[in-house]
Structures are given as structure tokens and as C-alpha cells.
């Protein structure tokens, strides 16, 4: 399983807050319940996420198994 736990640690560290991300960034609220849950997410938007955020990948996902 792919867990976006990180993901919230590092819009902490980064300061960047959920509202800024849909209302600056356009990402969708559909999308952010999506990680929320840590259900699937296209690549697009973990490249989009990646970018906005200035990290890597494993900054902001990891597999963890079940």
C-alpha cells in the first residue's frame, strides 16, 4: 500500500497549507481526500506535488506493507 503520510509533514515543514494548495496551486479537493485516505492518485499529481513542494518523491510517499 502507498501511504501520503509524509505528505503532511513536509506542507508543514514547507508551510504551505491545504487551502493554499487547492486555491494557489488548483489541485482539487477530490484529489486531497484521495491522499487523505491514501487511496490511489495519478502520477500527475504526485509530479504536480512534487514540483509545488520542491521535493522528492519518497518526501512525500512511501509503500508500506500491509
Known amino acids: 500500500m502507498i501511504s501520503y503520510d509524509k505528505l503532511w509533514k513536509t506542507l508543514s515543514e ?3 497549507s491545504q487551502y493554499k494548495l487547492i486555491k494557489h496551486y488548483h489541485i482539487s479537493t477530490g484529489q486531497l481526500d484521495r491522499l487523505r485516505k491514501n487511496e490511489n492518485v495519478s502520477t500527475y499529481t504526485l509530479n504536480q506535488l512534487c ?4 521535493c522528492k518523491l519518497e518526501d512525500i510517499a512511501e ?4
Do not use: A, F, P
Open 14 to 16: 514547507k508551510n504551505i
Open 63 to 66: 509503500y508500506v506493507k500491509d
Open 51 to 54: 514540483t509545488i513542494l520542491d
